[in-house]
């Protein structure tokens, strides 16, 4: 639902603005079986003198909910509802706490109401200013092709169905043999028993994380060394330097941060097939 009051051009980091949207959205998709999920946008001139507005973000959805205590406690990390849900959906809550630090960088904020068995309303305010329209970005020039005389064989680690299915899709002109498992262990189960050309590897999921399956993956390298190292591209919502260090120091060659485009993966994929294989960590 669009406020037209919300309508035009406002200077703001749209990539993080993105991130925790796609991240809101993300959760309240997943948590959701029954009714639906609702994006609304609306914008307060009246919040400050000059060009200044209140954007407003709300998601709302009629999933589980939770009570108040847990959504006191929800936007500190490694909390979710319970166990049960954990075991149930996969992931950490690391995602809103990381939502919450990016908005208090942007001078923003979140506040969550939330009902159980009723479901949750995500309320996310950030001030920014309104500006004319901008110029027209300047083309930007398509990743090289990838053409390595065969299907591109892919491994995908992820829970979310919503994010196999869009990875698939983006994937999909490229002819690309994908095979899809939604947890870590069973990462390492295929990856033991198939032969890929890349891996795509979620950083949180349940059983065993993404940071946990990447070392596994290399230790089980190490035990033969006389093959070549497969590429293996971190996806994860958690784009912050230390993730992205995270992903690395488990073994990594690349961090690519939700939501993808197809172009960013493409180049991405592109880039660690293209590149030297890297040292034994």
Partial sequence: MFDP?????????STRITQVLGNLLSNAVKFTTRGGVRLSVAADDAAGAGPAARVSFEVEDSGVGFNQEVGAALFQRFIQADSTITRRFGGTGLGLAICQALLALMGGEIAVQSEPGVGSLFRVDILMDRTAAPPPPRPVPAPASLDIGRPLRVLLAEDHPVNQKVVQLLLRPLGAEVTVVDDG??????????????????????VVDGLAATRALRLAEAACPSAAPT??????ANAMRQHRRDARDAGADLHLAKPVTAAALLEAIREVIAAPPPAAP
């Fill in 5 to 13: 009051a919300a309508e035009g051009w406002y200077v703001g980091d």
């Fill in 185 to 206: 262990a069973k990462a390492i189960e295929a990856f033991r028993i198939g032969a890929f050309d890349v891996v795509l590897m979620d950083m949180q999921m349940p």
């Fill in 231 to 236: 590429p293996i591209i971190m996806l994860s």
